[in-house]
């Protein structure tokens, strides 16, 4: 009988805990705006890389946050081979102007990677660490009208539009519904 290999499941790493420079190739996948995800990494060269992902891990534990930011963690999705597939960001509260705007959450899968359900997953896992971890019964986000793929992703885990504007849907997700 073959020996059986163990495949770890997709998983969330914090970013200053993934590999760096997979880590690094990763954001280079992405422009500084695409569909209303952010990439402020975007065209840094190493060094500056690595401090952005030391002031990631800051912002995480909500030290020397900027005027009316929130602490926010910032992940790299790893599909089940280990690859580095996409990005995920997770605000940990909001204030007033992420109540109405940009929300809890945004996500982006790398673009040879898009497609396979990848955003769906690491949404999920998003939700379940956003309910287990930082106690958020109900996540808020917001994606634009011109980008179906993605409030499709959230219709799957539960989403509901709450309202829109002329440009973005704004989404709730009850997090308790989320396995």
């Known amino acids: 009988m ?18 760096p420079e997979r880590t690094y190739a990763l954001f280079g996948e992405f422009p ?12 840094m060269d190493r060094a500056a890389f690595a401090e952005y992902v030391r002031n990631l891990r800051n912002e995480a534990a909500g030290v020397g946050l900027k005027p009316g930011w929130v602490p926010a963690t910032k992940y790299v999705l790893a599909n089940d081979q280990g690859d580095y597939v ?8 909001l204030n007033d102007a992420l109540q109405r705007g940009a929300g809890h959450i945004g996500y982006g899968i790398a673009p040879e990677w898009r497609g396979r359900g990848l955003a ?14 930082f106690g958020i019964s109900e996540v808020y986000l917001s994606v634009h009208k011109d ?3 993605s409030l499709a992703v959230q219709r799957h885990l539960g989403a509901r539009v709450d309202h829109e504007s002329s440009n973005e849907y704004f989404t709730r997700i009850d997090t308790s519904a989320i396995a």
Request: with cysteine; proline share 9%; glycine share 10%.
């Open 120 to 133: 769906t997953e690491g949404l999920r896992l998003l939700l379940i660490k956003a309910r287990d971890e």
């Open 32 to 43: 500084a705006d695409e569909n209303g995800f952010e990439n402020p990494a975007a065209g």
């Open 147 to 149: 980008n179906p793929a």
């Open 86 to 93: 996409g990005i995920f960001n997770l605000r940990h509260e």
């Open 2 to 19: 073959p020996a059986r290999c163990y495949i770890p499941p997709m998983q969330l790493i914090e970013v200053w805990l993934g590999e």
